[in-house]
């Protein structure tokens, strides 16, 4: 259905019910129209020139977030609707309704509760249009518009094959359905939309409709208002008028089960079209005189899961690995997208971060990666006041830096530390990052292997360290004491330390100069050159010190 259509979903969904921005009236007046010219320049591309210059969830929840902007601060903009320009001027014979969205299972089986004579079609992906026979002639087809009023599409239709250019009835016949790009065997959790609508949208706006993109774009009807009362006395005359594929994609339900079954298996099998969801009806309504431009009461869509979702970001943050890498972090208003609740993203490295320059306030579009992990897609759009942000400086962060919970430092100190005692070093169980970080917070965490001399009395009483965390601290010393040199090195972040034999000891590791370490298979000079810094390095000789201290064998 058309953008105005797919709109209607939103209204209940988290966009509708999200916190309103903590704003003054001024950034919010900018805000609102910075989107709302935005959305014009989307909207013109879209309807008169044919172009989808964004993906159609994406601009569903843009158009979504700005009703909700303008419920949140009325009068800080007075910007109009940018999409009520593309409303055009023939006035549809029976409005079109558009549809509200079911957020989820329970409202759908609350909606379903109360009804009776329920249906089911899938919700195909096109654009919306009425279509208008006389004597059995097609006289009018006109886009949806604002739902009241709409564009002459009358010359177009008329060229495409799917829509016949005459039926076998003399009444006024008033249809409304779905002109959509056909794709066979199109399986919509593989495929997604494939800007199936943009394309539909181009070639209607299009000066000129080649008979290859005519023969490519089909009808499918999801109601006629005028027609008899039943649906099944409906879709038995939408058959014989030839439109057959209402009655094959419109289906009775017995319950909620089959809504489920039939919305999973629409969303994984093949179909002809693109879909977003489904829609669900029911099959006695009200006399197509009554109908408003608005949703009605006795249909509504519940829409697949999304498959790429808006998020605004709340914050940046830069995570400090223990080898000194920068991430950045998003820190966003959390989102669903699938069965997953996003609230962070990583963007991998700090000079993607500068390539984006993403600011708290930005918009961006998030898609997940393999169905398991959330990736940015793109900056749907950047906020209009530039916020600041504290970035780290990149020269200060290596592999041999910060050895001591420094300032600015706490992070990568933190880092090593946890490598320290995990899997890939000491593996002291029960020890982790929460551990490290209660013990830094007390302050007895001044040098990395401090924990090593803690006693029970030090312990006692800690924030944090209750009886069972100050048993596992103290079974994690005599564990560290058993473990071999290779286990320490390896958890001090020796580099390729699963390739070197430790067992001569620290000593002849730390004499070997570059041309000793590029004997060794595997060893090229890159990292002979840091396995040489690394000993060399002042805080690794006073940790060394310290394991010589502890009795640790070959130290």
């Given at each position: 259905?058309?953008?105005?259509?797919?709109?209607?979903?939103?209204?209940?969904?988290?966009?509708?019910?999200?916190?309103?921005?903590?704003?003054?009236?001024?950034?919010?007046?900018?805000?609102?129209?910075?989107?709302?010219?935005?959305?014009?320049?989307?909207?013109?591309?879209?309807?008169?020139?044919?172009?989808?210059?964004?993906?159609?969830?994406?601009?569903?929840?843009?158009?979504?977030?700005?009703?909700?902007?303008?419920?949140?601060?009325?009068?800080?903009?007075?910007?109009?609707d940018?999409?009520?320009g593309?409303?055009?001027?023939?006035?549809?014979?029976?409005?079109?309704?558009g549809?509200?969205?079911?957020?989820?299972?329970?409202?759908?089986?609350?909606?379903?509760?109360?009804?009776?004579?329920?249906?089911?079609?899938?919700?195909?992906?096109?654009?919306?249009?009425?279509?208008?026979?006389?004597?059995?002639?097609?006289?009018?087809?006109?886009?949806?518009?604002?739902?009241?009023?709409?564009?002459?599409?009358?010359?177009?239709?008329?060229?495409?094959?799917?829509?016949?250019?005459?039926?076998?009835?003399?009444?006024?016949?008033?249809?409304?359905?779905?002109?959509?790009?056909?794709?066979?065997?199109?399986?919509?959790?593989?495929?997604?939309?494939?800007?199936?609508?943009?394309?539909?949208?181009?070639?209607?706006?299009?000066?000129?409709?080649?008979?290859?993109?005519?023969?490519?774009?089909?009808?499918?009807?999801?109601?006629?208002?005028?027609?008899?009362?039943?649906?099944?006395?409906?879709?038995?005359?939408?058959?014989?008028?030839?439109?057959?594929?209402?009655?094959?994609?419109?289906?009775?339900?017995?319950?909620?089960?089959?809504?489920?079954?039939?919305r999973?298996?629409w969303?994984?099998?093949?179909?002809?079209?693109?879909?977003?969801?489904?829609?669900?009806?029911?099959?006695?309504?009200?006399?197509?005189?009554?109908?408003?431009?608005?949703?009605?009461?006795?249909?509504?869509?519940?829409?697949?899961?999304?498959?790429?979702?808006?998020?605004?970001?709340?914050?940046?943050?830069?995570?400090?690995?223990?080898?000194?890498?920068?991430?950045?972090?998003?820190?966003?208003?959390?989102?669903?997208?699938?069965d997953?609740?996003?609230?962070?993203?990583?963007?991998?490295?700090?000079?993607?971060?500068?390539?984006?320059?993403?600011?708290?306030?930005?918009?961006?579009?998030?898609?997940?990666?393999?169905?398991?992990?959330?990736?940015?897609?793109?900056?749907?759009?950047?906020?209009?006041?530039?916020?600041?942000?504290?970035?780290?400086?990149?020269?200060?962060?290596?592999?041999?830096?910060?050895?001591?919970?420094?300032?600015?430092?706490?992070?990568?100190?933190?880092?090593?530390?946890?490598?320290?005692?995990?899997k890939?070093?000491?593996?002291?169980?029960?020890?982790?990052?929460?551990?490290?970080?209660?013990?830094?917070?007390?302050?007895?965490?001044?040098?990395?292997?401090?924990?090593?001399?803690?006693?029970?009395?030090?312990?006692?009483?800690?924030?944090?360290?209750?009886?069972?965390?100050?048993?596992?601290?103290?079974?994690?010393?005599?564990?560290?004491?058993?473990?071999?040199?290779?286990a320490?090195?390896?958890?001090?972040?020796?580099?390729?330390?699963?390739?070197?034999?430790?067992?001569?000891g620290?000593?002849?590791?730390?004499?070997?100069?570059?041309a000793?370490?590029?004997?060794?298979?595997?060893?090229?000079?890159?990292?002979?050159?840091?396995?040489?810094?690394?000993?060399?390095?002042?805080?690794?000789?006073?940790?060394?010190?310290?394991l010589?201290?502890?009795?640790?064998?070959?130290?």
């Amino acid at each position: 259905m058309q953008r105005l259509i797919a709109l209607s979903l939103y209204l209940f969904s988290h966009c509708a019910l999200a916190a309103c921005p903590d704003w003054t009236a001024d950034q919010a007046a900018r805000e609102i129209t910075h989107l709302s010219q935005l959305l014009g320049q989307w909207d013109e591309a879209y309807h008169v020139h044919g172009q989808s210059l964004v993906d159609d969830e994406v601009y569903d929840q843009s158009r979504a977030r700005l009703q909700q902007w303008r419920r949140c601060f009325t009068t800080a903009s007075a910007e109009p609707d940018p999409l009520q320009g593309a409303a055009g001027t023939h006035p549809h014979p029976v409005a079109q309704t558009g549809l509200s969205k079911l957020p989820d299972e329970q409202a759908v089986r609350h909606w379903m509760a109360r009804r009776d004579d329920l249906w089911i079609q899938p919700k195909v992906d096109g654009v919306a249009v009425t279509l208008v026979y006389r004597d059995g002639i097609l006289q009018q087809a006109i886009s949806r518009g604002d739902g009241r009023r709409g564009q002459d599409w009358s010359a177009r239709v008329r060229q495409l094959p799917a829509v016949p250019r005459q039926v076998n009835s003399s009444a006024e016949i008033v249809l409304q359905g779905e002109l959509y790009w056909r794709q066979p065997a199109h399986v919509q959790a593989r495929d997604g939309g494939s800007g199936a609508r943009g394309r539909v949208a181009g070639a209607m706006a299009s000066h000129r409709l080649t008979a290859a993109e005519a023969a490519s774009i089909g009808l499918f009807v999801w109601d006629w208002p005028n027609g008899p009362s039943r649906m099944n006395a409906r879709l038995d005359g939408l058959a014989a008028l030839g439109f057959d594929d209402s009655r094959r994609y419109t289906l009775s339900l017995a319950g909620f089960a089959e809504a489920r079954h039939w919305r999973e298996h629409w969303y994984r099998q093949a179909l002809p079209f693109a879909s977003d969801g489904v829609v669900l009806r029911q099959g006695s309504r009200p006399a197509g005189v009554r109908w408003q431009a608005e949703p009605p009461h006795w249909a509504v869509a519940w829409k697949y899961p999304l498959r790429t979702a808006l998020a605004e970001v709340r914050r940046v943050d830069f995570r400090i690995g223990r080898s000194g890498r920068i991430t950045p972090l998003l820190e966003l208003e959390p989102v669903q997208l699938d069965d997953r609740r996003i609230s962070r993203l990583s963007l991998g490295s700090l000079s993607r971060w500068e390539a984006l320059d993403i600011r708290p306030g930005d918009q961006v579009t998030i898609v997940l990666a393999g169905q398991v992990i959330a990736q940015l897609q793109s900056v749907a759009w950047r906020s209009p006041v530039r916020a600041s942000v504290d970035t780290p400086d990149p020269s200060r962060y290596h592999t041999l830096s910060c050895w001591r919970p420094e300032p600015g430092c706490r992070q990568q100190y933190l880092a090593r530390l946890t490598w320290l005692g995990g899997k890939k070093g000491l593996r002291l169980p029960g020890i982790g990052s929460g551990t490290w970080a209660a013990l830094l917070d007390a302050g007895l965490l001044g040098e990395p292997l401090a924990w090593l001399q803690l006693e029970h009395e030090q312990l006692a009483g800690l924030p944090g360290f209750g009886k069972a965390r100050t048993e596992r601290l103290l079974k994690a010393q005599r564990l560290a004491h058993r473990r071999s040199l290779g286990a320490w090195l390896a958890g001090l972040g020796m580099p390729a330390v699963r390739h070197i034999d430790t067992t001569p000891g620290w000593e002849a590791l730390a004499s070997r100069g570059e041309a000793a370490w590029l004997a060794l298979p595997g060893i090229e000079r890159a990292t002979a050159r840091r396995l040489q810094a690394f000993f060399s390095d002042p805080h690794i000789a006073a940790i060394r010190r310290t394991l010589q201290s502890a009795g640790i064998p070959g130290a």
